[in-house]
C-alpha cells in the first residue's frame, strides 16, 4: 500500500464485493469524505461534513434511505472486515477489541460497536457496525493563529467536527518543528501512530505518549522527556488539569482543547473553571463550527494574557 490514499486504505480492508463498489465511484464524489460507515442489517454509506450518501447494489449513490435499492450488509461482511483488520488473528487484537477501535495506514481509524464479553477484561466478540475515519490532516490551518500565540498558554474550544483534532495537530507540528515536544496522545488520534510511525505529521521534535491516561501522560511527559510544551486533547478530568497545573508550575506550556462553543459554557465545568482560574493560560480559541472546521470565530485574551 505504499504511496495509498486514505480511500485506498479502507477498502483494502472490505470484502471484494464491497471493495468494488466503492472503487466505481467515481473519483470527484470523494472530495470531502470523512466516514465510510457499514452496519451489520443495514447501509454502507459515505459521511461529508454536510450530507450522507447511500451505497446502491448497483454501485450508484443514493442521497436517501431505500432499502430496496441500496446494499445491504450482511453480518458476514462486518465479520470479514474485522478479521481483515485483525490479519486474521481476531485473538492478537485483544487491546484493540477492548478499546473498540484500532489505528491503520494513513492514519485512517476504525471504530467498532457490538457486543462485549462478559469476562474481566471485556472485549467485542459480536460486531454490529464499523466507522472508518479519514484522518483530516489541514497544514498551514494553524499558521496564523501559531505566530501570534506561539509562546502563549492555549485552550481551544468548539463543539463535536468543528475542527479540534485537526487544528490541535497543525498546532502540534508547528510548535514541535521549533521547540521541544510533548504529545499526550491518548486514543491515538492525533499522530495516528502505526507500527511506532505517526502516520500523521505532528513535528520534527515532537516526541509522543499514546494509549495512555493524559494525565499519567503529562506526569511521565514532565519527568522523563524534558518538553517545553506539551499537547493534549479533550480536557475531561480533574486529573487532567491538576496534572496541566503541575506541569506548568515546572515551566512547560500547554495547548489543549475542550469541548464547548462558548465562554459562558465552558466554565461551567470544573476541571477548565480550574486551568482558567488559576491565572496560568493566556488564551482561549473558540471555532466556528461544523461548517467551517478548524477555522477560529473568536479568541478571548485572559487577563494574564498579552
Known amino acids: ?25 467515481p ?33 450508484g449513490l443514493s442521497s436517501y434511505y431505500n432499502k430496496k435499492e441500496i446494499y445491504n450488509v450482511t453480518a458476514a461482511d462486518v465479520k470479514e472486515t474485522v478479521e481483515r483488520l485483525c490479519h486474521y488473528s481476531v485473538h492478537s487484537c485483544g ?26 477484561k471485556p472485549v467485542l466478540t459480536e460486531f454490529t457496525s464499523l466507522n472508518f475515519r479519514v484522518s483530516r490532516c489541514v497544514e498551514g490551518c494553524a499558521d496564523e493563529f501559531f505566530a501570534s500565540n506561539y509562546d502563549k498558554n492555549i485552550i481551544i474550544c468548539g463543539e463535536v467536527n468543528s475542527g479540534k483534532t485537526t487544528i490541535l495537530r497543525d498546532l502540534c507540528r508547528l510548535t ?21 510511525v505517526p502516520q500523521n505529521d505532528v513535528g520534527a521534535m515532537t516526541d509522543i505518549i499514546s494509549n495512555s491516561s493524559r494525565s499519567a501522560g503529562i506526569i511521565s511527559a514532565v519527568r522523563t522527556l524534558s518538553p517545553e510544551v506539551i499537547v493534549c486533547d479533550e480536557i475531561a478530568s480533574m486529573s487532567d488539569s491538576e496534572a496541566i497545573i503541575s506541569g506548568i508550575g515546572c515551566g512547560v506550556k500547554f495547548i489543549v482543547t475542550a469541548h464547548g462553543t462558548c465562554y459562558e ?29 478548524s477555522k477560529i470565530r473568536e479568541i478571548k485574551r485572559l487577563k494574564n494574557g498579552n
Open 1 to 25: 500500500m505504499q504511496g495509498s490514499t486514505s480511500f485506498e486504505t479502507i477498502t483494502s480492508y472490505l470484502p471484494d464485493k464491497l471493495r468494488r463498489l466503492l472503487l466505481n465511484i
Open 27 to 59: 473519483r470527484d464524489k470523494l472530495s470531502g469524505l470523512m466516514e465510510v460507515r457499514l452496519r451489520a442489517g443495514g447501509a454502507m454509506y459515505l459521511v461529508y461534513s454536510d450530507k450522507i450518501s447511500f451505497i446502491r447494489s448497483d454501485g
Open 95 to 120: 487491546k484493540q477489541l477492548s478499546q473498540g477501535y484500532f489505528v491503520v495506514k494513513n492514519g485512517v481509524r476504525v471504530g467498532v460497536s457490538g457486543a462485549y464479553s462478559a469476562t474481566d
Open 176 to 196: 514541535g518543528n521549533v521547540r521541544k515536544c510533548a504529545l499526550i496522545d491518548e486514543r491515538n488520534e492525533i499522530s495516528c501512530l502505526y507500527d511506532g
Open 265 to 293: 459554557e465552558l466554565i461551567k465545568r470544573k476541571e477548565i473553571a480550574y486551568l482558567i482560574e488559576s491565572g496560568l493560560f493566556d488564551v482561549v480559541a473558540f471555532l466556528r463550527g461544523a461548517s467551517a472546521p
